[in-house]
Every structure is written in C-alpha cells, then in structure tokens.
C-alpha cells in the first residue's frame, strides 16, 4: 500500500500534467497545482521545490513504467531492434499524457530555457533506455551516444504528437529512420574516436621515448667537468 507521502506526490504529478495538457508550462500556477491536487502548499514544498522537480517526477515515473516493462525475448535482437522496442514502449507509456506532452513541446519551442531544461531530462532517461536495451554508455563516447538518443527521441516525439493512427504506423517509420540515422553518424564517430586515441597513444608513446633519450644523454662538456672535480680532489 502507497504511503500518505508517495499517495500526495502522485497526485501532484498528475494534476501538473492535467494543467499542462490544456495551459502553457511557464503559465501553471504551483497553487493550481496544489488546489487540483488536493493538497496544500506546505505539504508540496515537503515533496517538490518547484515545476521542473514535478515535471522531473513524472519523467522517472515513465521511466520506472518502461524498466518494469522488459521483452526478455528481445535480448537476442540486434541493439537497434531491442532499442526500437524499448522506445516504442515509452511511447505506450506516454499516451494517456499525449496533450501534457503536446503542451510541453510548444514550450520548448517557445522557450529555449525550458528546451534546455527538457534535454537534460531526456539525456538521463536515454541514459537508462539504453541501459534496458543492452547498449552501453560508459565513457565520452557514450555520452555522445545518449545525446543522440535524446535528439532521435524528440524528433520521433514530434511525429507521434500528431499520429493519429492506432497503430503509429508515422512514428514506426520516423523512429526506425531515426535509429537507422544515428547508427551511421555513430559508427562514423567510432571510427574517428579510434582514431583519436589511436594518435593520442602514438603521441604518449612518443613523448616518453623523447623523455628518456634526454635522460640518458649526457649534456656537451660533462666529461671535462669530471675531470676538473677529480683534479680538484689530489
């Protein structure tokens, strides 16, 4: 059973995307919020201390939905299939808020500050798509990888917004482009990040050779002062 706590931040969840659906996020009042709610606005500063942190709490609430969620059958799947899948089930996990998230697109749009502000939460969430995919992120590399995610994501989003067909046949079409788009652009920087290491290790290896031939070379005139120091010693 859901604590009094985890019951009221539910509900303030829900009523901030019940507002988003029908107002522009940087028009919703966080005392609408707590009214719709049912809750004061004491008891919603205990749990959130502002919209983004609410806003924040729904992302991880599709994300734990989608997590719970797993095809064991799709682990044999090449990774973009099993990435096609897992994002295709937060698209499932997102349609009772397709107004909310209507809302939220348009704001972005407008407002390069709350645009900003939604990447860093969709960079964290396909941070862990990935990680339900089986693709890993570790590294430079890898934040590479989520960014372009994130990006795929919000043009994929941009398509099943207005998708009206039961089976979102568009947006099928527009995530398997995108995957198929940043598979190419990724496999392309592999190969140029190899190749960056590559020349930063043949630099390393460089530098400590140079490093030790000037250890080992004895500066010009260095025999005649061992000699002036030995006669300087009879």
Same mark, same amino acid.
Do not use: C, H
């Given at each position: #059973?859901a %604590?009094?706590?985890? %019951? ?6 829900d009523? @901030? #995307? ?13 005392a609408? &919020?707590s009214?719709?709610?049912g809750v004061?606005l004491?008891?919603m500063?205990?749990h ?6 609410? /806003?924040?709490?729904? &992302?991880q ?10 095809d064991? =059958? #799709? ?7 099993r @990435? *096609?899948? &897992? @994002?295709?089930?937060r698209?499932?996990a /997102?349609?009772?808020?397709?107004e909310?998230i209507?809302?939220?697109? !348009? +704001? ?17 969430s396909m941070? *862990? #798509?990935?990680?339900?995919?089986r693709i890993?992120t570790?590294g ?9 995610v994130?990006i795929?994501w919000?043009?994929?989003l941009? %398509? ?7 089976g979102?046949a568009?947006?099928?079409m %527009?995530?398997d ?6 598979e ?5 920087a592999?190969r &140029?990040?190899?190749?960056l290491?590559s /020349? ?5 290896? *460089?530098?400590? !050779? ?7 070379t004895?500066p010009?005139g +260095?025999?005649?002062g ?5 006669? =300087?010693?009879?």
């Open positions: #059973m %604590t009094k706590a985890e %019951t009221q931040r539910n509900r303030i969840v009523a @901030l #995307m019940g507002r988003l659906a029908t107002q522009p996020f940087s028009e919703i009042e966080l609408d &919020v009214s719709d709610a004061t004491a008891d500063r205990q959130f201390d502002g919209r983004f942190a609410i /806003l924040k709490a729904f &992302v609430r599709i994300d734990t939905t989608v997590l719970a969620s797993e064991p =059958e #799709m682990g044999d799947e090449p990774a973009r299939e @990435l *096609f899948d &897992v @994002l295709m089930r698209l499932d /997102l349609a009772p808020y397709k909310a209507r809302s939220l697109i !348009r +704001s972005a749009r407008a407002e390069p500050g709350t645009a900003l502000a939604l990447n860093g939460l969709a960079v964290r941070g *862990f #798509m990935l990680a339900s995919a890993g570790a430079g590399f890898g934040r590479l990888k989520v960014q372009g994130a795929a919000a043009r994929t941009d %398509t099943w917004i207005d998708d009206t067909d039961p979102l568009k947006t099928m %527009t995530l482009k995108e995957l198929s788009r940043g190419r652009y990724l496999d392309t592999d &140029v990040w190899a190749g290491r /020349l930063d290790d043949r630099l390393s290896a *460089f530098r400590r !050779r140079d490093r030790r031939e000037k250890g080992t004895r010009a +260095s025999d005649a061992d000699v002036a120091t030995a006669g =300087e010693g009879i």
